[in-house]
């Protein structure tokens, strides 16, 4: 009976594996619910845990408005959304007209969400399982192909934000899928497997079987050139070919290709970048080669001092080409009118420079390939690159004229697998493996997060209604803002006189904030002080209706806004529980050994305390007269987090 009502995990001897992860688990996701704190992080290097979260929302939707008030107020570092609810590895994923991005899964499940996060996103899901190998959007954002590694090509169209099936479209061979494009001014589609073969699908007659064609090697890349209205692919094998439209069939023509050096060409092509009709990069084991078309012949020549390659990308206007070099951490820059390398953008340095990256100090000797770019993507107008590196996150470098300052570094999505930037370039989104699409602005208001919190963030809180968020810093201030308009400057309130020497050894709190439904704000401070403020608005300042300040006491305490009040232990021993009518003692824990947790349960009926020894001891708060506490002796060492109920607190 005890068990079900109060639940406390232990770091330490005793925990069973199961009982930890669930209750940890749960028990910060209800904290999430309620507050953040950002105790320990410098502003400059605020993690993702420092999202901002709106008390009344359920931890599972806590991703979207909590992001975006994160990313504007703590820095560029976080994500401005977070979209979840793929169960399975992405394949692919795009952005669409109107602020929305769209996702498939391996699993064939599409998904079409607001960019921000705001919202539900609509969902296609497969009637029977099916194996997606390559999907792809049209660019008005009306149409989705995905093909399974059953050879069935599927459209899938997106009419005023809901999806609808629109059946097969063409038909390949069954495991010969792996590539799937689309262009506009063109009504093919191209895709490629694992065969010397590429297959073309009319999307003028749909539902028949594609168009069959052989090529010299497997298709690596593939782009349309609206000038000559033609596809033009490269192979494996470095051969190039073009596809031309000829009495409603594709013809297959290889285009020629000579290099200017006597080194020669590559004979085994891993990689391959293309601006159809202009320019061309491939990569081998041995090097890279740059590509120009010129009088109906692809000229090659090798790019000095390059060895193996693990991506290429060039700019949408052709100008700068991006390559990665294999396991050594280097991306150049370089220009394609003379093959000149502009800048290096050295990976290894910033990796090893960055104190935080803990993971990798201990790699260091054993794991040379975590330096790896992984994937580039290019901004539209050409100024930021993307790059990826397994295990080390995003990097976004100022890339403007061939040059490159210090990189901006995005962290946090270690599924990440793919790079996609807007159509105005201004965010971008990683999709990967865990089945997560991540949004990153362009730009991150560090400088204003810096002007509202010059110290650090330890809590905050968010009023739903009236749009007021609240937040406390590191020199205990509370600021006021509008959570829709942060450019303003935020309206300080008067911090109360001290009630305590908050630096005693015993005394072990941490500072928060909370809204009740009735949209007052409690305050509980690092000194034991107690407030709450009602008629607060964004901009009233100290002008509120009504402010009461009162010192608990308190050495060890949680607020519980559902009550409203907060429970603790104060410096006499004593379990207290207070609201805005006064307090009244629950019980004494004078005879424990020292109370390391404390909860509270969401409708207030049950508290309950932890102690150094192991101990949990329950009161019911609804027991008149009031009963003896229930005692449970769970582990044999310390209790370092309680949680009660639906798992709506910890410590």
């Not at 107020?73 to 795009?94: D, K, T, Y």
């Not at 009419?159 to 262009?183: N, Y």
């Not at 949408?316 to 003379?338: C, F, H, P, S």
């Not at 928060?512 to 509980?524: I, V, Y």
């Amino acid at each position: 009976m005890a068990a079900a009502a109060a639940l406390a995990v232990t770091v330490g001897a005793g925990v069973a594996g199961w009982q930890f992860i669930e209750a940890r688990r749960q028990a910060l996701q209800a904290q999430a619910a309620s507050q953040v704190r950002v105790a320990e992080a410098a502003l400059s290097r605020s993690p993702l845990l420092a999202a901002l979260v709106a008390q009344e929302w359920q931890a599972e939707h806590v991703s979207a408005d909590a992001l975006a008030l994160g990313w504007r107020l703590l820095g560029s570092e976080i994500p401005q959304a977070r979209l979840r609810g793929h169960q399975q590895a992405l394949v692919a994923a795009g952005w669409m007209p109107g602020g929305r991005v769209w996702a498939v899964d391996s699993s064939g499940a599409v998904s079409l969400s607001r960019a921000d996060g705001q919202g539900d996103a609509m969902w296609l899901r497969p009637v029977a399982p099916v194996k997606v190998v390559a999907a792809q959007a049209s660019a008005d954002g009306q149409w989705l192909w995905l093909a399974d590694s059953g050879g069935a090509v599927r459209q899938v169209r997106q009419v005023d934000g809901t999806l609808h099936d629109g059946g097969v479209v063409c038909k390949l061979p069954a495991d010969d899928v792996r590539h799937l494009w689309a262009a506009s001014g063109t009504r093919w589609l191209l895709l490629a497997g694992y065969q010397s073969r590429v297959y073309g699908c009319d999307l003028d007659y749909p539902g028949g079987a594609a168009q069959s064609l052989s090529v010299g090697g497997r298709v690596l890349q593939a782009g349309f050139d609206v000038t000559a209205g033609a596809w033009q692919l490269v192979t494996d094998e470095g051969q190039l070919w073009q596809l031309l439209l000829q009495d409603s069939s594709l013809r297959p023509v290889r285009l020629p290709l000579r290099s200017q050096q006597v080194q020669g060409l590559p004979m085994a092509v891993t990689g391959a970048a293309l601006v159809p009709g202009r320019f061309i990069a491939l990569g081998a084991s041995e090097g890279a080669w740059l590509g120009r078309w010129d009088n109906d012949v692809w000229v090659l020549q090798r790019i000095d001092q390059v060895r193996g390659v693990s991506a290429l990308a060039f700019t949408i206007d052709g100008n700068r080409l991006a390559v990665a070099e294999e396991d050594i951490g280097q991306v150049r820059l370089i220009r394609t009118e003379d093959g000149e390398t502009l800048a290096q953008l050295d990976h290894e340095s910033q990796v090893f420079m960055d104190p935080t990256s803990a993971e990798l100090k201990a790699d260091r000797p054993s794991r040379p390939d975590r330096l790896k770019v992984m994937a580039l993507s290019w901004s539209p107008d050409g100024q930021q690159l993307a790059t990826l590196q397994e295990g080390q996150g995003i990097r976004l470098w100022p890339a403007a004229g061939g040059t490159s300052a210090a990189p901006r570094r995005l962290r946090g999505h270690a599924g990440a697998e793919q790079l996609v930037w807007s159509a105005q370039g201004d965010a971008l989104l990683s999709a990967g493996d865990d089945g997560d699409v991540w949004m990153w602005p362009r730009h991150g208001p560090l400088q204003q997060a810096q002007v509202i919190l010059p110290s650090r963030l330890y809590a905050a809180a968010l009023e739903p209604k009236a749009r007021v968020l609240a937040l406390v810093n590191g020199d205990e201030q509370l600021l006021l803002l509008h959570a829709d308009q942060l450019g303003r400057p935020p309206t300080l309130l008067p911090t109360p006189e001290r009630c305590a020497d908050v630096d005693q050894p015993e005394r072990r709190l941490d500072p928060a904030l909370a809204f009740d439904a009735q949209g007052r704000l409690w305050w509980l401070r690092r000194d034991g002080g107690l407030s709450v403020m009602s008629g607060i608005s964004a901009t009233a300042g100290s002008a509120i209706l009504s402010i009461r300040h009162w010192c608990t006491g308190a050495m060890l305490a949680r607020l519980v806004p559902e009550m409203p009040g907060a429970v603790l232990v104060n410096d006499r021993h004593s379990l207290v529980w207070v609201d805005e009518v006064g307090s009244r003692a629950v019980g004494d824990t004078s005879a424990m050994q020292q109370v390391s947790a404390i909860a509270a349960s969401v409708g207030g009926r049950w508290v309950a305390v932890g102690t150094q020894s192991g101990q949990v001891v329950r009161w019911d708060l609804t027991a008149r007269p009031t009963t003896a506490p229930e005692k449970m002796q769970l582990h044999t060492s310390a209790v370092s987090c309680l949680a009660l109920e639906h798992f709506r607190f910890i410590c």
